[in-house]
């Protein structure tokens, strides 16, 4: 089940760095999701993520169905039927709400524009802010062209055995 991404994630990596839409250059990143990725004197642009849920996750739209039931109620009450044989509210009898139970799965991927020509040798914050700087210039300037790696994607998978609910056949 899909959940987010950032906007900018389904544009190419030339349309990003001519727009100019990114607002740092990066050289690590540490998450809360727990993707990171290492200082390794390459600077990069972080371009945006997505998230993917088990399909048996959180009741998302859990408010949304009391609300609808709630008024349900009230319009049968304001009818004044006793039954839901009317055609205005026939509904058939759900013995189970959703077949939502919680799982706590998640795919997390992000998408980030490496940087090699501006490669740092010395890991200091000077020689780092010098190279951002001059990348920041390029980037900004329309007619020199900015070489870049290749795009990463980077994808972090829950286990397994974290899925939550029925059996699940399991293959390693």
């Excluded at 900015?146 to 994808?155: A, E």
């Amino acid at each position: 089940m899909y959940l987010h991404n950032t906007r900018l994630f389904e544009k190419s990596p030339q349309d990003i760095v001519k727009e100019g839409t990114f607002k740092k250059v990066l050289w690590s990143l540490a998450s809360e999701k727990g993707i990171s990725i290492p200082n390794t004197g390459v600077p990069f642009v972080f371009v945006g993520k997505k998230v993917w849920a088990c399909h048996q996750g959180p009741d998302r739209d859990k408010k949304d169905k009391e609300r609808k039931s709630k008024k349900r109620e009230e319009q049968n009450k304001a009818a004044n039927t006793d039954h839901n044989f009317s055609k205005q509210g026939r509904k058939r009898n759900l013995i189970q709400a959703a077949k939502k139970v919680d799982c706590p799965a998640e795919v997390h991927m992000i998408y980030i524009l490496q940087f090699d020509d501006y490669k740092v040798t010395k890991q200091t914050e000077w020689q780092r802010k010098l190279a951002a700087k001059k990348l920041r210039q390029h980037l900004a300037n329309s007619t020199t062209s900015v070489s870049m790696s290749s795009p990463k994607f980077i994808l972090k998978l829950s286990p397994l055995n974290s899925h939550e609910g029925p059996d699940i056949p399991l293959k390693e």
